[in-house]
């Protein structure tokens, strides 16, 4: 009996302790954060405007090693975007961007993070994306 018992109470502490790890992800209080601007380019190259780059779309990967993005998000009219409730852990954010002579015509623009902290606010600055 006391063995049964003990192989019943190591297979329930294995269960806590795999079950109470948490991988990347939503859950958690930290934020990423930042802004996007396109800067508009004319037939010859030349820079004609940056603004902020409104109703845009950015992605987020969860985690390193992945190519898929878990979420996404549309940025404010000032360009602004946030994801919220994030565990700690890796993260990818990217954008697409305009490109020449890129066979699809877009190219994509990868900022990696780490959230080390519960709480913690990681604000990726500014990212600015071409726009022919």
Known sequence: ?????????FIILALL???CSKNE??????????KITETKYNSSGVATATYPAS???VYIIYGSGNTFYNDDIKTSYDGSYQFKYLEKGDYTIFVYEDCLT?????????VSTTIENN????DLGTIDVKKY
């Open 1 to 9: 009996m006391k063995k049964l018992y003990f192989i019943g109470s």
């Open 17 to 19: 302790f795999t079950g």
């Open 25 to 34: 992800g939503v859950g958690g209080s930290s934020i990423i954060k930042g």
């Open 55 to 57: 109703d845009f779309d």
């Open 102 to 110: 890129c066979p699809s015509g877009k190219k994509e623009i990868l």
């Open 119 to 122: 709480g913690d606010t990681k």
